[in-house]
């Protein structure tokens, strides 16, 4: 048996944390392992569990709190604790906050309004190192929001998949404009297994941490729309 999904609930309202942790906590593979009302007790919750070996896998993160907001936490979390994922929260659609939370390394963002289903499916998503969102629904995400990457799609001075493959540049190419494994697949001529491996490999030489990363590294190096 598999250990369950550590997750740990950030929010500033009470009742939404009550809210999560009966939905989460109703699923056979993932268990709360704690909650916090605010950033600065968000980071003082991942640090101390991580540091008793029972660290969060993935943090499900409001983006509106008082005092240290959800950006600034998880700029902190995933610097200081990189296996950690996580899963911002908004209010809004294409949420400017949301965004800002992403391109400081969150692994992509859920409505809070979802159906339980969709945040089961997102904390698995993040945890297995996929987006929170679609491969094509993340793409439109960035596409839209392209404006606020500051000084995006500059190209690299070096190339930046000199260590990448002919393949696995093929497969990055194909990330970066939101296709998925089997779209991949299908393009490339591959099956989806051959894929899977590929995207394992290209993440692990870009450092990446997941698929939403890729997406956001090939905006900054200007490769977003090559091919």
Same mark, same amino acid.
């Given at each position: 048996?598999?250990?369950?999904?550590?997750?740990?609930?950030?929010?500033?309202?009470?009742?939404?944390?009550?809210?999560?942790?009966?939905?989460?906590?109703?699923?056979?593979?993932?268990?709360?392992?704690?909650?916090?009302?605010?950033?600065?007790?968000?980071?003082?919750?991942?640090?101390?569990?991580?540091?008793?070996?029972? /660290?969060?896998?993935?943090?499900?993160?409001?983006?509106?709190?008082?005092?240290?907001? /959800?950006? #600034?936490?998880?700029?902190?979390?995933?610097?200081?604790?990189?296996?950690?994922?996580?899963?911002? *929260?908004?209010?809004?659609?294409?949420?400017?906050?949301?965004?800002?939370?992403?391109?400081?390394?969150?692994?992509?963002?859920? *409505?809070?309004?979802?159906?339980?289903?969709?945040?089961?499916? %997102?904390?698995?998503?993040?945890?297995?190192?996929?987006?929170?969102? %679609?491969?094509?629904?993340?793409?439109? *995400? *960035?596409?839209?929001?392209?404006?606020?990457?500051?000084?995006?799609?500059?190209?690299?001075?070096?190339?930046?998949?000199?260590?990448?493959?002919?393949?696995?540049?093929?497969?990055?190419? +194909?990330?970066?404009? /939101?296709?998925?494994?089997?779209?991949?697949?299908?393009?490339?001529?591959?099956?989806?297994?051959?894929?899977?491996?590929?995207? /394992?490999?290209?993440?692990?030489?870009?450092?990446?941490?997941?698929?939403?990363?890729?997406?956001?590294? #090939?905006?900054?190096?200007?490769? +977003?729309?090559?091919?």
């Amino acid at each position: 048996m598999t250990d369950p999904i550590r997750v740990l609930l950030v929010d500033d309202q009470a009742l939404i944390r009550i809210g999560f942790r009966l939905v989460l906590e109703a699923e056979p593979d993932i268990l709360v392992v704690g909650e916090a009302g605010d950033g600065a007790a968000a980071l003082a919750q991942t640090a101390a569990l991580c540091r008793d070996g029972a /660290g969060p896998d993935v943090v499900l993160m409001d983006v509106r709190m008082p005092g240290i907001d /959800g950006i #600034a936490a998880t700029a902190e979390i995933v610097q200081r604790h990189p296996s950690v994922r996580v899963l911002v *929260l908004t209010t809004f659609d294409l949420d400017e906050y949301a965004f800002g939370a992403i391109r400081a390394g969150a692994s992509g963002f859920l *409505l809070k309004d979802a159906e339980r289903t969709e945040l089961v499916a %997102a904390v698995r998503a993040v945890h297995r190192g996929d987006g929170a969102l %679609a491969p094509r629904a993340t793409r439109a *995400l *960035l596409d839209q929001l392209a404006p606020h990457l500051g000084e995006a799609a500059r190209p690299a001075a070096s190339d930046p998949l000199a260590e990448l493959t002919e393949r696995e540049r093929d497969v990055f190419h +194909a990330i970066a404009q /939101g296709l998925s494994n089997i779209e991949i697949a299908e393009r490339l001529f591959l099956s989806e297994s051959t894929v899977k491996t590929h995207v /394992g490999r290209v993440l692990a030489k870009l450092d990446a941490r997941d698929r939403v990363h890729v997406v956001i590294l #090939a905006y900054e190096w200007g490769l +977003a729309g090559t091919a």
